[in-house]
C-alpha cells in the first residue's frame, strides 16, 4: 500500500513539474525565432544619437519633392516581436510599415530601433525603441524622435538605455497645407526637454502625443501592402 501511495505521489509530482516546465517554455520567446529578428537590424553602438541635422534634411528633402531612398520593411512574420505596433496603427488610424534603423546590447538589456515612415511618401519619421530582455521578453516600447511638418524631436541614447529628448517647432515660409512640397524649412524653435527611462513603459500619452492622425484605416498593415 505505501507503494502505491509513493508511486502516486511521485507521478502527481512528475506531472505538476512537467505542466510548470511547459508552461515555463511557451511564456519564453522561441530563442532562434528572436535572434533572427535581431539581425534584421544593423548593430550599432550606444551612446546613439538622432541629431536635428539628419532629421531636418528629412523635411527638407519633402519639400524639394525629393523622393527618399528605398528602406527595407521588417519581414511581417517577426511583427509579433514588436508588440507596441498594434497600439500604434489603432492610435494613429495609420497602417504600420516598421524598417529596422538599429540595434543596441548592454549587459542585460537588447534594444531595437525601428522607424514607422508616416505619409504617402514614406518619407516622416517616427522613431521608437523597443526593449528586451536577454530571452527576449518585450519589456517598454518607448518614441524617442522623429520628423513631421509641425514637430521635430531629437534624441540622444545613453548606455543606461536613458535618453535626452528635445522637442522643436518646425517653422515654414509658408503656413504649411496638405502638402509642404514647394514650401521652405526656415528654423526650428526648441519647446523643452525630457529625460526618457527607456526601460519603463513611457507615460500614458508620449507615444500616442508624437504621431499623427489621419482618416485612413487602422488596421495593422503588412509589409506587403500597397
Same mark, same amino acid.
Given at each position: 500500500?505505501?507503494?502505491?501511495?509513493?508511486?502516486?505521489?511521485?507521478?502527481?509530482?512528475?506531472?505538476?513539474?512537467?505542466?510548470?516546465?511547459?508552461?515555463?517554455? @511557451? $511564456? +519564453? #520567446?522561441?530563442? =532562434? &525565432?528572436? %535572434?533572427?529578428?535581431?539581425?534584421?537590424?544593423?548593430?550599432?553602438?550606444?551612446?546613439?544619437?538622432?541629431?536635428?541635422?539628419?532629421?531636418?534634411?528629412?523635411?527638407?528633402?519633402?519639400?524639394?519633392?525629393?523622393?527618399? @531612398? $528605398? +528602406? #527595407?520593411?521588417? =519581414? &511581417?512574420? %517577426?511583427?509579433?516581436?514588436?508588440?507596441?505596433?498594434?497600439?500604434?496603427?489603432?492610435?494613429?488610424?495609420?497602417?504600420?510599415?516598421?524598417?529596422?534603423?538599429?540595434?543596441?546590447?548592454?549587459?542585460?538589456?537588447?534594444?531595437?530601433?525601428?522607424?514607422?515612415p508616416r505619409n504617402a511618401a514614406k518619407?516622416?519619421?517616427?522613431?521608437?525603441?523597443?526593449?528586451?530582455?536577454?530571452?527576449?521578453?518585450?519589456?517598454?516600447?518607448?518614441?524617442?524622435?522623429?520628423?513631421?511638418?509641425?514637430?521635430?524631436?531629437?534624441?540622444?541614447?545613453?548606455?543606461?538605455?536613458?535618453?535626452?529628448?528635445?522637442?522643436?517647432?518646425?517653422?515654414?515660409?509658408?503656413?504649411?497645407?496638405?502638402?509642404?512640397?514647394?514650401?521652405?524649412?526656415?528654423?526650428?524653435?526648441?519647446?523643452?526637454?525630457?529625460?526618457?527611462?527607456?526601460?519603463?513603459?513611457?507615460?500614458?500619452?508620449?507615444?500616442?502625443?508624437?504621431?499623427?492622425?489621419?482618416?485612413?484605416?487602422?488596421?495593422?498593415?503588412?509589409?506587403?501592402?500597397?
Amino acid at each position: 500500500m505505501k507503494s502505491v501511495i509513493r508511486f502516486a505521489l511521485l507521478a502527481a509530482a512528475s506531472f505538476i513539474l512537467t505542466t510548470d516546465s511547459l508552461s515555463a517554455q @511557451a $511564456a +519564453t #520567446p522561441d530563442q =532562434a &525565432a528572436f %535572434q533572427q529578428f535581431l539581425q534584421q537590424f544593423p548593430k550599432a553602438e550606444l551612446p546613439y544619437i538622432i541629431g536635428t541635422t539628419d532629421l531636418s534634411a528629412t523635411l527638407e528633402q519633402r519639400a524639394q519633392g525629393v523622393r527618399p @531612398a $528605398a +528602406t #527595407p520593411f521588417l =519581414a &511581417a512574420e %517577426q511583427y509579433n516581436f514588436l508588440p507596441d505596433l498594434e497600439r500604434s496603427a489603432v492610435a494613429t488610424s495609420i497602417p504600420a510599415h516598421p524598417q529596422p534603423v538599429a540595434r543596441f546590447e548592454t549587459a542585460d538589456r537588447y534594444a531595437v530601433l525601428y522607424n514607422l515612415p508616416r505619409n504617402a511618401a514614406k518619407q516622416y519619421r517616427a522613431l521608437y525603441l523597443a526593449v528586451y530582455d536577454k530571452q527576449g521578453n518585450h519589456i517598454a516600447t518607448t518614441f524617442v524622435a522623429g520628423a513631421n511638418p509641425a514637430t521635430l524631436v531629437s534624441a540622444v541614447l545613453d548606455e543606461q538605455l536613458q535618453a535626452k529628448v528635445q522637442e522643436f517647432q518646425v517653422k515654414w515660409a509658408k503656413e504649411p497645407g496638405q502638402s509642404i512640397v514647394g514650401n521652405q524649412l526656415t528654423g526650428l524653435e526648441s519647446v523643452g526637454t525630457q529625460s526618457l527611462d527607456l526601460g519603463q513603459t513611457p507615460a500614458t500619452d508620449w507615444n500616442e502625443r508624437h504621431e499623427p492622425k489621419t482618416l485612413a484605416s487602422g488596421a495593422l498593415a503588412r509589409n506587403d501592402s500597397k
